[in-house]
């Protein structure tokens, strides 16, 4: 049978998601030399991924999607799954945006990089306006709420974005998130890991190119994240660079990668008269890396970045390729390059233990509250625990789960036991609940809870 271009175009749709389904790397686009020449294509062939910040607003139009489709094989929403976007409202959460990139993405057999979960900018006017264990709460609440939406869709999420600060301190940077207490990133990375235990979990952050005091204190605290068990995979550097990487800008990769993450080039653009060099520069860097996984550029045409006026991306605004595209290109091509470790499946939250030392109770108490979502052999069930007359400065609930019933997976709690009389405690950052306010937890389980009950102590 003769193949039409359509019906070939058709079924080279089809095995690619059928690809990407299927965990395996499809080169589509190559030159009977071998020489891939796409980008996507091109990074394929050393597993890794090559990516671009995608706006919604934009998907119409149809050379942007042309050079899309073609050309790249990760995506990120640019502005479309930040907080501002998916919850303009207290608890009211509206994906239709990241939704539209998303499946854009997915039908058209490219992965997504989620972006961004906690960033102090594009927060919502009423985070914006809060402060302490209020906003720790929303802030956690948030995270579960879209990692657990988009579970099992998203390839890494940008968990935390920005939270250190520039020039020589090496320390965090002032923000109400920060404000709410220094175990905000660890809180953040537990309930993301508990949202979507399938997405790697990933710190990004700017002017972390190279080795200096902002790159040092990420790298500081990653390591002891690790050391901790504080559920982290991968460092984003963001690279929006001016004429040159650093020099260092391999050796900086590299002692992330050796810390036992993986690092991804997050939101490279390139402004200045030696760009092409520069990129080519940053292609090889992330190739000589072996947990140097893929490389997202921010933006598509230089029209489309958000550096007006500076042309730091790929394509011209005609959507024409330039020398920087095609030095990136020659660059996948030319390497051998190292290949990226095989993934590694992070690995499932932990069990908090259960404190030996007698806990105090609090006189104010607490009651719990089960609303439940069953289907014909399995149930998510979302239990709310209120503090009484005093604030709770930790909390314990039994659920007692009928015969065949078991829990598979939980987020914001810790528990003991999977079947039967299952007890939750608080995680870090749900601990503390002010006098008549309430936190949520949930689980996902197996068999039938109905009639399931919930028990709540102060502890
Ligand atoms: O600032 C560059 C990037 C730095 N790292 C984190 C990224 O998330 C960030 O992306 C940019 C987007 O490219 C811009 O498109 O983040 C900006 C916000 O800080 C985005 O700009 C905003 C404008 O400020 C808003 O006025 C506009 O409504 O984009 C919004 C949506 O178009």
């Not at 999420?157 to 109400?176: T, Y």
């Not at 092409?276 to 921010?298: D, E, H, Q, S």
């Amino acid at each position: 049978m003769k193949l039409t271009s359509r019906s070939f175009s058709r079924a080279a749709l089809a095995s690619a998601f059928l690809a990407t389904t299927l965990g395996v790397s499809l080169v589509l686009a190559s030159s009977a030399d071998g020489a891939a020449s796409t980008l996507g294509a091109a990074a394929a062939q050393s597993g890794r991924y090559f990516g671009t910040a995608v706006a919604a607003g934009k998907l119409g139009d149809s050379t942007y999607v042309n050079i899309l489709n073609r050309e790249f094989n990760m995506v990120t929403a640019e502005n479309e799954m930040k907080w501002d976007a998916t919850e303009p409202n207290p608890g009211q959460f509206n994906y239709s945006s990241g939704d539209r990139i998303l499946n854009h993405a997915v039908s058209n057999g490219k992965r997504v990089r989620g972006h961004a979960l906690l960033w102090y900018q594009q927060e919502p006017g009423w985070a914006q306006r809060m402060e302490g264990a209020g906003l720790r709460q929303a802030m956690m609440n948030h995270v579960t709420q879209v990692a657990t939406h988009y579970r099992g869709k998203i390839y890494a999420w940008d968990v935390v974005n920005e939270a250190f600060a520039d020039g020589n301190s090496g320390g965090r940077r002032d923000s109400n998130l920060q404000r709410t207490g220094n175990d905000w990133i660890e809180a953040a990375f537990r309930a993301a890991r508990a949202a979507d235990p399938g997405a790697k979990l990933c710190y990004n952050d700017y002017n972390t190119d190279g080795i200096n005091a902002k790159s040092t204190g990420i790298y500081n605290m990653v390591r002891d994240f690790k050391a901790r068990g504080v559920p982290i995979d991968c460092v984003g550097i963001q690279s929006h660079l001016t004429n040159n990487a650093p020099s260092d800008y391999q050796a900086n990769l590299q002692r992330f990668a050796d810390l036992g993450v993986d690092v991804q080039i997050t939101e490279l653009d390139i402004s200045g008269a030696n760009q092409a060099n520069a990129y080519a520069a940053v292609t090889r860097a992330c190739l000589a890396v072996a947990r140097c996984t893929g490389i997202t550029v921010w933006g598509i045409r230089d029209t489309d970045s958000w550096r007006t006026g500076q042309n730091p991306l790929l394509f011209d605004g005609s959507g024409n390729k330039k020398a920087a595209y095609n030095s990136v290109l020659a660059a996948l091509n030319a390497a051998t390059p190292t290949t990226p470790t095989t993934p590694t499946t992070p690995t499932t939250p932990t069990t908090p233990t259960t404190p030996t030392t007698p806990t105090t109770p609090n006189p104010g108490g607490c009651t719990a509250s089960v609303s439940l979502n069953s289907w014909n052999g399995g149930f998510v069930a979302t239990v709310k625990v209120t503090a009484g007359g005093t604030p709770l400065t930790g909390w314990r609930v039994t659920t007692p789960l009928p015969g065949g019933a078991a829990v598979t997976s939980s987020w914001s709690a810790g528990n003991s036991g999977t079947t039967g009389n299952v007890s939750w405690s608080n995680v870090s950052y749900n601990g503390n609940v002010p006098a008549g306010q309430s936190t949520e937890f949930g689980f996902q389980g197996t068999g039938s809870a109905e009639g399931l009950t919930a028990t709540c102590s102060a502890s």
